[in-house]
């Protein structure tokens, strides 16, 4: 099937080819993740309102409560299994390959790994209400103790060259 020849006014020409000409591509390939990090990241494709995300999991999780202002998540498994929680470690759901939920902004959560048996790879598609930049994660906790992960990013639209986390 082709495209029809049609002609747009300037303006409306001008919108189509500055959004086409940021299409962007990826090609997932699992990386070697460092033995100092629990979790691999690997950035697929970004613009202003939506990131991809594929997450490796080598044990553990994001295992701070907490919620993201401004952006939803659409979450899939694509290898092992995740449990997901929310407040009071209430579990929201147990998920496999081919499996996920959406997580809106503002709702509290945390997820571990639930498989034994290798990693846990699950996709992170998330979309921002404004602009990404404006959107930012706070954690919940009790007892005022900052949790980190050990994370390693990595661009997956250039060989998964090892970048800057506060980039991704």
Not at 85 to 111: Q, V
Request: charge should be negative; include cysteine.
């Amino acid at each position: 099937m082709s495209s029809p020849d049609i002609t747009l006014p300037p303006e409306a020409e001008a919108y189509h080819q500055s959004a086409e000409s940021k299409v962007q591509s990826y090609k997932y390939v699992k990386p070697e993740i460092p033995g100092n990090a629990n979790k691999g990241l690997v950035r697929l494709c970004s613009t202003g309102m939506t990131k991809g995300i594929m997450q490796i999991i080598q044990d553990g999780g994001e295992n701070t409560l907490h919620f993201h202002e401004g952006m939803d998540s659409f979450w899939m498994v694509v290898k092992g299994r995740v449990r997901f929680y929310g407040p009071g470690d209430k579990l929201i759901g147990e998920y496999g390959p081919m499996e996920g939920l959406i997580t809106p902004a503002g709702s509290r959560y945390w997820f571990e790994k639930a498989n034994d048996d290798g990693d846990l790879e699950l996709l992170q598609v998330a979309s921002y209400e404004q602009d990404s930049s404006k959107s930012r994660r706070v954690a919940i906790g009790g007892d005022n103790v900052v949790r980190s992960n050990r994370n390693q990013w990595f661009d997956g639209q250039h060989e998964n060259a090892l970048i800057d986390k506060t980039q991704a």
